[in-house]
Nanobody
């Protein structure tokens, strides 16, 4: 069992930056690929980024070039650096652990989920 807790969300103006953190406890998360998803009001959950066991990273087209995912296995933490934020990035951001290790973009492949952290980007 892995517990995931996100932090770092908040209110930021368009063009600004935020860094989200996802801390894992219960078990080491080093065997898992980690991903970030987001969900805006009235919209479906959307893949944002993932990082596989090899360190390879994957991004949605909406955030590629602006967001960066990284992980620190020693700290059991995964990060999402978000730059050049836009109002369309407003959503609840959740991290998740993919036990396959592949770094999938499909939320069904993720077994453990955090509660999420709100990110609001004002125009």
């Amino acid at each position: 069992q892995v517990q995931l807790v996100e932090s770092g969300g908040g209110l930021v103006q368009a063009g600004g930056s935020l860094r989200l953190s996802c801390a894992a406890s219960g078990r080491t998360f080093s065997p898992y690929a980690m991903g970030w998803f987001r969900q805006a009001p009235g919209k479906e959950r959307e893949f944002v980024a993932a990082i596989g066991l090899s360190g390879r990273t994957y991004y949605s087209g909406a955030v590629k070039g602006r967001f960066a995912i990284s992980r620190d296995n020693a700290k059991n933490t995964v990060y999402l650096q978000m730059n050049k934020l836009k109002p369309d990035d407003t959503a609840v951001y959740s991290c998740a652990a993919d036990i396959s290790g592949a770094g999938s973009s499909r939320y069904v492949d993720y077994k453990y989920w955090g509660q999420g952290t709100q990110v609001t980007v004002s125009s």
